[in-house]
């Protein structure tokens, strides 16, 4: 006897019935048996059963186990048993509960093994997803795509893999927990679910880890909800976004002190003068508070900012090449009164036009580089020439141009930039030739086309 199929959830009851009387000829004894089915529990012999929720399972006699095929009910909170029935429930197919409004929460059992793709998409009401077992090696594509009051969920120890757009427009997620098991993602795992919003906890080091930075996800090991930095020094005018790890819901912010450093709706804080105040964050009941100290604009003030913030002792050289490139580049405009009256004042070829005033032209963000690298030990110089000035420095063996000036351009007629360019950064002499001129037989020559990221000068002061 055929065995009965289903379609979108429901038993085909046209194929039922030609079987009962294909069967009734055959052996008209068996027919009680087959027009049992339909029943919320079948005649032995059938391996289809539905259970008092409405979940229909696909029963595998010869392996004890079975699997869940579609889904009748209209409960809010589904539960899908370890066993059912005498047979251990290691399976949920594809689209079984798609499009489901009624169900406000999902226990998964722990003898699950394999969830077939969209298996929960679109269940807009889901808040609340749990899994009971570690058995799960994969959360299939689209699995929970568009699950749009999901806020927070943890992933399987035993998963190895999340597939293409599993959590794609989840708009309320804000907390992922995943194992350093997790070795591969798919395309668009999260997208469209708030990077500002989403956390991602996992291990130090962990593949997720380095998928949520690149990604540009928040990250970190922790399921509390805490502050990305609970103190800020800085000097008069710097702005700082500060972010909320695990933000169960949207985050209010105040500053006690605004005379001292605002904040804005996004936790942006901006210095405004010497002192210090707290920016306060409210989510979920609970309020967070982070220390402002904020200094006085000048040489000193900066240099200590920036040794004890931007560009650390524990740094490989080229983190603190890159970190100094990059706090120039953000904390520094270009002397714009060159533009307008074609002279510039010397305190902007100097390293206090950076320092004390943030405004320089080429050879002020040349002579401030230095500075910062002398710190650290680091071998670098001014290159001059075609009325311009850059620098050169030195990783372990090799020499490298770097260019602060270039890399922080005039942008649509701003002076303002905030970019990181790195369009010369690290650079060759071959490389540089085409933007630049200088006499190539006084300054070291730059042929190394690769960088040890790794390497670190030990003598520090």
Known sequence: ????????????????????????????????????????????????????AGIVYRIDNNSGTCGIVSYEGNGSDIVIPDIYNGYSVVSIADNVFRENDTARSLVIGSNIETIGSRAFAYCNRIEDVTFKGNKLKVVPSECFVACESLKRITIPDSVQKIGDGAFAFCSSLYQVVISENVRKFGINVFYNCG??????????????????????????????????????????????????????????????????????????????????TKVMASTGGKTLECKVRVFKRNKKNCLKVIYSK?????????????????????????????????????????????????????DGYSKAFIIIMQHYRIPC???????????????????????????????????????VFMDFFLKTDQEMYATHIWNYSAFPKCNSTKVNKNYRTQAVR
């Open 195 to 276: 990077k500002d919003k989403l956390t991602i906890v996992t291990p130090d080091g962990s593949k997720a880890g380095k998928f949520a930075v690149k990604n540009n996800f928040l990250v970190t090991d922790t399921t509390k909800t805490r502050l990305l930095v609970k103190n800020i020094r800085d000097i008069k005018g710097h702005k700082e976004r500060i972010f909320v790890y695990n933000a169960p819901s949207a985050v209010k912010w105040k500053s006690l002190n605004r005379k001292v450093a605002k904040v804005d709706n996004n936790g942006k804080v901006t210095a405004l003068k010497a002192g210090t």
């Open 1 to 52: 006897m055929d065995k009965f199929k289903i379609k979108n959830g429901k038993i085909d009851y046209c194929i039922l019935f030609i079987n009962i009387i294909i069967v009734f000829f055959i052996n008209p004894a068996v027919v009680c048996c087959a027009a049992a089915i339909g029943q919320d529990v079948v005649s032995a012999g059938s391996d289809i059963i539905k259970d008092d």
């Open 310 to 362: 931007y560009v650390k002792r524990e740094m490989t050289d080229y983190e603190k090449i890159y970190a100094a490139h990059a706090w120039l580049i953000k904390n520094v405009k270009y002397d714009k009164t060159l533009y307008k009256t074609g002279t510039v004042p010397y305190i902007s070829h100097t390293a206090g036009g950076v320092f004390n005033r943030g405004i320089a032209v080429c």
């Open 381 to 419: 110089i001014m290159v001059t020439g075609g009325q311009h000035a850059w620098n050169m420095v030195k990783i372990k063996n090799k020499w490298y141009h770097i260019d602060c000036t270039y890399d922080d351009p005039v942008v649509n007629g701003s002076f303002n930039n905030k970019h």
